[in-house]
């Protein structure tokens, strides 16, 4: 369930800011982030009536896309089914055979992630989904920012327990039988600039908070902290030195970085094995972006269709921008690449966009994922944002990758321009500026209903292309606006 917790919003120079973290959640801490990593709003990010019902409606369609990229998956391996069998190799290329074969347990067939986080980016009539993120970070982040905008009095749109105790249940709800579960939130080096939130919204479970009661046996765990024993993943209780068998993993690393994760052989032995479940489940073809491209391909129109529906999959495409793998292959001459360019000029061959003007590469350039640059806005090009020389580098680069890392192409959709304002905390001024803002709301799947559990804003400055958590962008949880009855 979502609800807004309201009172009467109070003037910034009321604010305190005691409720705010201790430490940052994230950087370095500079005295005009102090307490948080990020720039601070005066009060939580205005969203309409109509954009929370649009907000709600999406969790679900989400939900049966990603379901819907697990059955194109498993269908394109079967022969007898009509998807061809080129996706599958699409999303299989790069990945070792290890973890392939481990995708394909029939232990793992009907997991998929429960958390979902979309990146939306604000026009002036609705939004651009540009990402789906399986593995996100910012739940701590934004749990905390509700919690500080809560107890100064604002509404702010959060799960009826908060995000850690939706959080909770979605994860308890996983293993059902189990009364208590043992929960395992394992984070990794590589995913080390998010520890700091993910400790703070751990120890929010653990310790309780005014929405929900405390709950002990949820930890925040490195890789290395795990051993197998006596037929049982455990770790070591940093309080009373106990040792914990762990029945639920919470998955906070990316799948490309497994080499690299200590003792990432007894993680997968023991849910091979089942003596424990882990979600986000081991499964890298739900977390491509290259999805995204495959939703407007003409060949897989019935499918989607299917799986969406006729009106969720007008919607979904309607909010994805048209996307196209780059493949180094030669087209035969009686096809062609369709829609790409303004003005409908065939494109027969993807290297020959590296001569395109600057007009012409209003596009994006990003790989699909299975990558250390496949997150947190690594690795993409904005092609009108970049000299022709460096757009042919990167291009070239895409086209070199196919077979290891696939790219994609994207139309770039301009994000529409926010008022937005930044509040100074040593000296409580606020100072208005023009936005551009990237919705992230955070979707918790539990028993296959999907809860929008919260919602966060980024608001970057409008001379910026690339939206994302940068050290001058304000960051703000969501509220709804208020009903005029009411004031």
């Not at 005014?210 to 049982?232: C, S, T």
Request: negative net charge; aromatic residues 8%; glycine residues 8%.
């Amino acid at each position: 369930m979502t609800t807004l917790h309201t009172s009467q919003p109070v003037a910034p120079a009321a604010l305190d800011f005691s409720h705010l973290p201790e430490q940052p959640l994230y950087g370095g801490g500079d005295k005009d982030t102090e307490g948080m990593g990020w720039q601070l709003s005066p009060a939580p990010f205005v969203l309409s009536k109509a954009q929370l019902e649009r907000l709600n409606q999406l969790g679900d369609l989400l939900q049966r896309f990603v379901q819907g990229v697990d059955n194109l998956y498993r269908q394109s391996q079967n022969p007898n089914l009509p998807v061809p069998p080129w996706v599958a190799d699409l999303y299989d290329q790069g990945k070792p055979e290890s973890l392939l074969q481990f995708a394909g347990m029939k232990r793992l067939k009907s997991h998929l992630p429960l958390v979902l986080r979309p990146d939306l980016l604000l026009q002036e009539d609705g939004w651009t989904l540009c990402e789906i993120d399986a593995v996100p970070g910012g739940m701590g982040f934004t749990s905390a920012l509700n919690r500080f905008y809560r107890k100064n009095g604002f509404s702010v749109l959060e799960a009826e327990t908060g995000l850690p105790g939706a959080f909770l249940e979605m994860l308890k709800a996983f293993v059902p039988e189990k009364e208590n579960p043992v929960i395992a939130v394992v984070l990794s080096d590589e995913a080390g600039d998010y520890r700091a939130e993910m400790a703070w919204f751990v120890d929010t479970i653990r310790r309780g908070d005014d929405l929900a009661p405390a709950y002990e046996n949820i930890f925040l765990a490195h890789p290395k902290d795990l051993d197998l024993v006596r037929d049982q993943l455990v770790l070591t209780d940093p309080e009373t030195g106990e040792e914990r068998a762990i029945d639920l993993i919470y998955r906070f690393f990316e799948l490309f970085d497994l080499a690299n994760i200590p003792k990432i052989e007894l993680i997968q032995y023991a849910v091979k094995k089942g003596l424990v479940k882990c979600t986000p489940p081991f499964k890298p073809h739900v977390e491509e972006k290259l999805s995204l491209a495959l939703l407007h391909h003409p060949a897989l129109s019935e499918f989607w269709q299917k799986e969406l529906g006729k009106d969720g999959f007008e919607q979904l495409r309607q909010w994805v921008p048209q996307g196209w793998i780059v493949d180094p292959a030669p087209i035969p001459p009686q096809a062609a690449i369709m829609n790409l360019l303004p003005g409908g000029r065939v494109v027969q061959d993807f290297a020959a966009l590296k001569n395109l003007s600057q007009k012409e590469r209003e596009l994006v350039l990003k790989p699909s994922g299975f990558s250390e640059l496949g997150w947190g806005s690594r690795g993409v090009t904005i092609g009108h944002d970049h000299s022709a020389e460096a757009w042919a580098e990167r291009l070239g680069t895409a086209l070199q990758s196919f077979g290891k890392t696939p790219y994609i192409l994207q139309k770039f959709v301009p994000s529409g321009i926010q008022q937005a304002e930044r509040l100074d905390i040593a000296t409580g001024a606020v100072t208005p500026f023009k936005a551009r803002t990237r919705l992230c709301p955070y979707y918790f799947v539990q028993d296959g209903k999907v809860t929008l559990a919260g919602v966060l804003a980024t608001c970057c400055p409008a001379d910026k292309k690339l939206i994302h958590g940068m050290k001058d962008a304000v960051l703000a949880p969501c509220m709804v606006e208020p009903d005029p009855s009411s004031m």
